[in-house]
């Protein structure tokens, strides 16, 4: 099985090519990445309307290139991936549109995939990890603690009640005079600061439901900057760090409590999984690592590349869906806002997948 994913929800241009191999784990033939960081570095954030004619520009290449690379035309598919939200509707659109048109022209099925269930399944793409397991979903847009306990079977155990945790970075690095995207950068400036010169809020630290909030904590680190300002390159390195060590903190801990309610309504977890582009940041994947095995359980983390948004993780999912017989019509809407997991209070305990 060969599947084409086409990923257009924000500020990345993405087209991928995924196969399974004869042991039945997927196989990258091909993963093409566009950023427009720099179309939107002058901005201090993504522009919606330059994102969509970004995305108008240069997908059609992309996808040609990443069918080449592959060694594959379209008629060698088995079926054409694309995300179809949540997003930024513009770019949603464009991705959506060109699926439909390469789905209907090569007669293929296609499959309307929800951004967050790819990154949700990207670590069976990378691992083969085997249901169910705990997943902390955590970009610039989105963070949730999931149990995922099969493909369509989601319990969203918490989430962000204001900023998710990837927003937070680039608030942080925004007023902190850093360049685009924040948090690279916060993370790269954290590596020279002190992590207790300033004493930052854990904002919802033994709290019994494992929700986040970040904007306290975001608050917080602009009262201290304002206090010293105006600001060295040591006291932005030590804000940096600071504020990192608390996210890092909360986040430990937010996992800890959803590992504990896990068992309710979905059994024992094969592992905690992290995913999002905040999974690619170092001090917390270390701090994860630590909890995991304390917990008794592997962490398991998307190598880099695969962090951020990417068609091979939309190609996966495409997959997953496939082989259970999910397809969509040319019908298949385009979705800004798309839940992907029923919340707990709605979820009712069930035997889960063993995948």
Same mark, same amino acid.
Request: glycine share 26%; charged share 25%; hydrophobic share 35%.
């Given at each position: 099985m060969n599947v084409l994913g086409i990923e257009t929800t924000c500020d990345e241009t993405a087209a991928a090519i995924v196969a *399974?191999? &004869? =042991?039945?784990r997927g196989v990258i033939r091909s993963n093409e990445v566009l950023s427009q960081i720099a179309e939107h570095a002058a901005y201090g954030g993504v522009v919606p309307e330059i994102a969509a004619r970004a995305h108008v520009e240069v997908l059609d290449r992309l996808v040609a290139r990443a069918l080449a690379n592959a060694g594959l035309g379209l008629s060698d598919l088995d079926g054409i991936a694309v995300a179809a939200g949540p997003g930024l509707i513009?770019? *949603?659109l464009v991705g959506l549109v060109t699926g439909k048109t390469l789905a209907l022209v090569s007669r293929k099925p296609l499959v309307a995939v929800n951004h967050l269930e790819a990154h949700a399944l990207t670590a069976r793409l990378t691992d083969g990890l085997a249901f169910p397991y705990l997943l902390l979903l955590a970009s610039g847009g989105h963070t949730q603690l999931v149990a995922v306990k099969g493909v369509g079977e989601y319990v969203r155990l918490g989430? #962000?009640? =204001?900023d998710a945790i990837? &927003?937070?970075? =680039?608030k942080v690095a925004k !007023? !902190?005079?850093l360049a685009y995207p924040g948090g690279p950068e916060v993370e790269r400036a954290a590596e020279a600061g002190n992590p207790e010169r300033f004493a930052l809020p854990r904002p919802m630290l033994g709290r019994r439901e494992p929700n986040f909030s970040l904007s306290g904590l975001k608050t917080a680190l602009r009262i201290e900057a304002e206090r010293i300002a105006? !600001? #060295?390159h040591q006291d932005v390195a030590d804000l940096c760090a600071s504020f990192q060590a608390a996210v890092v903190d909360v986040v430990v801990d937010r996992v800890r409590v959803a590992l504990r309610d896990f068992g309710n309504v979905a059994g024992h977890p094969t592992a905690l999984v992290a995913a999002g582009g905040v999974a690619a940041n170092g001090a917390l994947r270390r701090a994860l690592a630590q909890q995991a095995g304390e917990a008794g359980l592997p962490l398991v983390a998307p190598p880099l590349p695969l962090c951020g948004d990417n068609g091979a993780m939309i190609a996966w999912a495409g997959i997953e @869906? !496939? @082989?259970l017989g999910l397809t969509d019509d040319i019908t298949a809407p385009a979705r800004p806002r798309w839940p992907f997991a029923q919340a707990q209070s709605e979820a009712e305990p069930q035997p889960h997948s063993a995948g």
């Open positions: *399974v191999g &004869e =042991d039945g513009g770019g *949603v989430g #962000t009640i =204001d990837g &927003e937070a970075f =680039d !007023l !902190l005079g105006p !600001l #060295t @869906r !496939l @082989r």
